[in-house]
């Protein structure tokens, strides 16, 4: 045991001043005691930052010159949104996608989503006249396979499926969109939308045939006030 | 295997888990400690097993928390619940990533197990019963002929509906809820430590000398405590200051409640309220006397069964308010942390908890040598305090955000000059540089 003199307390441990006044510390404290308390470590930076940094300055780099040749050179069409797009989708699918240990339901439904929006930009800064197929075919499709991916992840990690749900109703909810759109004359081709809604229907239905509680136990526990 | 169908799947927070995540910072973390020394060195094998074991008689406990559309809930986990190795790091932000989004963490070291707590998840009276299972299920697997006695939950005990309730919402009282608007306290000022570290003092006492002394001014140990600390506060911060605007603000120390032990409650959940001392200190002649008589009077009035479930319906009133409720989460979200920084943070000094005493079964005490509180130290309260007595040891933990600690040597400095015995643990965290 050691001493502190002037608070008058005592202490076992090897540190050589008292916790509360900073003097000195009188006596002994046997060599094998380990201290009650972890030293401190500092947290080691991993090489990884550098690298995002220096990617991260590239990219900006990359899009501020992009960006101005496009303005300075300016021929009545805004190309530069392409590549800034493709570099932001890039950052996100790294940070979301492959990054992010966040649920994988989640990060396909959210890369869809910037996907469809990242076509349908190149879609409409790209040959004026031949323009729409994003909507037409891509967006539609793109949301059945990731219906169709989220359902095959519920079947196969049967032990968490529940984590999954609420993102597919999601995505199923979307899929009604390019329907939707179709019928406002907005989208002129009708069947890519039509199996996008076809295959959502039925993914509910079988949800709805197979797993009742759980679609009731989603919508009590999110929308419960 | 857990069967997730056996038990409840998710959990309503309760009413005053729901605050925590939307305010919770990397310094303000809302998270606290209890920790056990064993007689022994801790075999984190064993440990890891015991724990598996535990949660499932405390399927509350196996939970994360989501988002929903108004409010967040907790969730079932499904995933596995990993123990760590103790780093220097006291009642660091849950960081759900590093922990498969559990919302509590087992630590080791040496002789140490400690679980540190998410405030959504429970309070301290909650995480105290854990702790026990844990210990008794850690110290049966290493074959030592240790009984429960009807203190311990066990594994082969089956959970009660009641553990998972919101008992604040179950003594709600409509005609009760009178809103009573408060000022801001004093803070306690000091150099913050660098990195959101933690310091931590802990000084053991005798239980008994403690108790004999604080019944000799008539006071609880508890209210002897609240007393000395503002003295404290007074006499390192404010005495012959009073005329500067910052230290004319009340100092008030806020002292949790376990409501438990007023009413009937098997809850594992929050089930805690406070009563508040406070002062204006700009005077230069109070003394202790005075505020034995101050504390002992403010605390018979924060007591009464009236105004305790007064404070309770007032909270549950805020949250059953109609706009808060159906405002859509991220809203929701905003607003709360507005409103806690610009004045819910501000309202206390000093949190001081006394947990009381803690019982272990007779077969467990050879095997424990310590047990011990820690509460978080946040940006406004730079210093809190966590009681609680084993045997006739009575260890209280202060732990702090600033480098200062002129609050410990007084506190401390004020038993051993009346001639009783300290021991001091520290885990220096002047040295975490
Ligand atoms: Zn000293």
């Known amino acids: ?225 | 295997m857990i069967d997730t169908t056996k038990y409840k799947s998710w959990f309503r927070l309760d009413n005053s888990a729901k605050i925590f995540p939307e305010v919770s910072t990397e310094r303000d973390t809302n998270t606290f400690r209890v920790q056990i020394a064993l007689t022994e060195v801790v075999e984190p094998e064993i440990l890891q097993l015991a724990a598996i074991g535990i949660l499932e008689r405390y399927p509350m406990f196996r939970v994360r928390l989501k988002h929903g559309v108004f409010w967040n809930f907790l969730d079932r986990n499904t995933k596995d619940f990993k123990i760590q190795e103790m780093g220097h790091e006291v009642n660091a932000r849950m960081d759900t990533k590093d922990n498969n989004n559990f919302l509590f963490r087992i630590l080791y070291r040496n002789n140490l197990i400690a679980i540190e707590m998410f405030h959504s998840l429970g309070d301290g009276g909650g995480v105290i019963m854990f702790l026990q299972s844990l210990i008794y299920e850690y110290l049966k697997l290493k074959g030592y002929p240790v009984t429960p006695d009807n203190i311990i939950k066990t594994k082969e005990g089956r959970p009660l509906e009641e553990e998972y309730e919101d008992a604040n919402e179950k003594y709600y009282n409509k005609k009760n809820r009178k809103h009573v608007p408060e000022k801001k306290a004093y803070r306690i000022k000091g150099t913050m430590i660098p990195n959101n570290n933690t310091g931590m003092v802990s000084g053991i006492l005798s239980t008994k000398a403690v108790l004999e002394l604080s019944r000799s001014v008539g006071l609880t140990m508890t209210q002897y405590f609240s007393a000395l600390m503002m003295y404290v506060i007074y006499n390192t911060q404010i005495r012959y200051r009073g005329h500067l605007k910052t230290n004319q603000a009340p100092v008030k120390i806020f002292v949790p409640v376990n409501l438990r032990k007023h009413f009937p409650s098997e809850t594992l959940r929050n089930f805690s309220n406070f009563v508040k001392t406070e002062l204006v200190m700009t005077d230069d002649d109070i003394t202790l006397e005075e505020l034995f008589v101050l504390v002992k009077e403010q605390f018979e009035k924060g007591m009464t069964k009236e105004e305790l479930i007064r404070k309770m319906s007032e909270n549950v009133a805020f949250e059953k308010n109609f706009f808060l409720k159906f405002m859509p989460y991220y809203i929701k979200k905003v607003a709360l942390k507005i409103g806690y920084n610009m004045l819910g943070m501000k309202l206390n000094t000093m949190s001081l908890t006394n947990i009381g005493k803690i019982v272990f079964p007779e077969s467990m005490e050879p095997y424990i040598k310590d047990v011990s509180a820690v509460v978080c130290a946040g940006s406004y309260n730079t210093v809190n305090c966590a009681i609680l007595s084993y045997k006739d040891q009575l260890k209280i933990t202060i732990s702090r955000s600033i480098l200062e600690t002129n609050i410990e040597k007084e506190f401390f400095r004020h038993f051993t000059d009346l001639g009783l015995s300290v021991t001091i643990e520290s885990n220096y965290v002047e040295e975490f540089v």
């Open chain 1, 1 to 225: 045991m050691k001493k502190c003199d002037k608070c008058n307390i005592e202490i076992e441990t090897k540190q050589l001043y008292c916790p509360l006044c900073h003097q000195v510390l009188t006596g002994e404290t046997d060599p094998s005691f380990i201290e009650v308390y972890p030293e401190y470590v500092s947290l080691t930076r991993k090489i990884l930052p550098t690298v995002k940094k220096t990617l991260l300055l590239l990219s900006i780099l990359a899009i501020v010159i992009v960006a101005l040749i496009n303005t300075l050179a300016f021929n009545g069409v805004y190309w530069s949104l392409i590549p800034i797009g493709s570099t932001l989708y890039f950052w996100l699918l790294l940070r979301v996608g492959v990054l992010s240990r966040r649920n994988m339901a989640f990060r396909i439904a959210f890369l869809t989503v910037l996907l469809i929006a990242l076509l349908v930009l190149i879609d409409y800064r790209t040959v004026p006249e031949n323009n729409g197929w994003s909507f037409d075919y891509l967006m539609p499709l793109l949301l059945f396979s990731c219906n169709l991916a989220i359902f095959f992840i519920i079947l196969v990690r049967r032990l968490n499926y529940r984590d999954y749900f609420f993102y597919l109703l999601i995505v199923i909810v979307f899929s009604l969109i390019p329907l939707i759109l179709v019928a406002f004359d907005v989208l002129t081709i009708l069947w890519p939308s039509l199996v996008a809604f076809g295959l959502a229907l039925f993914i509910l239905l079988f949800l709805i045939v197979f797993f009742p509680k759980t679609i009731k136990e989603e919508l009590q526990k999110r929308f419960h006030a």
